[in-house]
């Protein structure tokens, strides 16, 4: 595994993030996501953050607010995993 974290939009050309997400979670269960959309949190986004996603941002965003949840996601994953992520 490469990755600390994955920035899911979830409008997509081809896939939705939602399908993405369920897709990469049978891929790799302890997955950590982050939702990014341009849409309030939804039915489809709350879904998805009930499947495990580890947060949500509203775009548009300031690198700032961008950084922060990042920073959230990446401590909730090292929270789950009892190890350190992202350092």
């Known amino acids: 595994k490469d990755y600390n974290l994955i920035i899911l939009d979830m409008m997509m050309p081809l896939m939705s993030g939602d399908e993405v997400f369920y897709r990469l979670k049978e ?18 986004t709350r879904g998805v953050l009930d499947a495990g ?11 700032e607010e961008l950084a922060a949840e990042v920073r959230a996601c990446l401590d909730k994953a090292a929270k789950k995993l009892k190890r350190p992520v992202g350092n």
């Open 53 to 63: 996603a580890l947060g949500f941002i509203q775009k548009p965003f300031a690198v």
């Open 27 to 44: 891929i790799e269960p302890n997955i950590s996501v982050l939702i990014a959309s341009g849409y309030a949190s939804d039915t489809r």
